[in-house]
């Protein structure tokens, strides 16, 4: 049985990613290292994970491209802010690297009709009728992480807030590793 995976802003080789998120990491070896760890304890090759933008920092191709062929499962990058020169596979027989790259992605998992974007909506398709969002982009301390959660707040103080998520690796539920759709709204709803 294949399961879908999410997460986003993995920023492979940006060392100052460190100390800009507090991520518990010494070295940016060490972070990529986990990251790597994290991901292939939980995913099987048959799996596919949905990168939700940010994947690297200033990596160059060859060492992205390493990093991308040691992790398990099928890939779907959704492009972030950072990845503006990641293609998909061209060789077919690249079973390990990305399959596709798009900028917005709408997709089934389960009941669930979830909207792919790194970066956080307002409204998204079917926002006030079940769909779930799930997004990346705004680290978990940044100015806008703020305003994305009062918004949510204030919201469900109305009875009508979206559900979105935010998939960053370093988001607390999220520790630093892919996780399923069930796992993501019942770890947010313990942060």
């Known amino acids: 049985m294949s399961n879908a995976f999410y997460i986003a802003d993995l920023h492979f080789g940006h060392t100052n990613i460190i100390r800009f998120d507090g991520r518990p990491f010494s070295t940016v070896e060490g972070m990529n290292d986990t990251l790597v760890a994290n991901w292939n304890n939980r995913v099987k090759d048959s799996d596919t994970v949905y990168i939700l933008g940010d994947f690297s920092f200033r990596l160059p191709h060859k060492q992205r491209d390493e990093i991308l062929a040691s992790l398990n ?15 998909p596979s061209n060789n077919r027989g690249e079973s390990r690297m ?71 690796c370093m988001v607390p539920y999220m520790r630093y590793a892919p996780k399923t759709l069930k796992e993501i709204i019942k770890g947010e709803n313990h942060v």
């Open 98 to 168: 990305l399959k596709k790259v798009p900028d917005y992605l709408e997709v089934r998992d389960g009941e669930h009709k979830v909207i792919l974007s790194h970066y956080p909506m307002m409204a998204w398709n079917g926002s006030f009728h079940g769909s779930i969002h799930l997004f990346g982009h705004v680290h978990w301390t940044t100015p806008e992480a703020l305003q994305v959660r009062e918004w949510q707040r204030k919201m469900a103080e109305t009875g009508q807030a979206p559900k979105m998520y935010n998939v960053g």
């Open 73 to 87: 499962g099928q890939k779907i990058l959704i492009r972030g802010n950072h990845d503006g020169d990641i293609r």
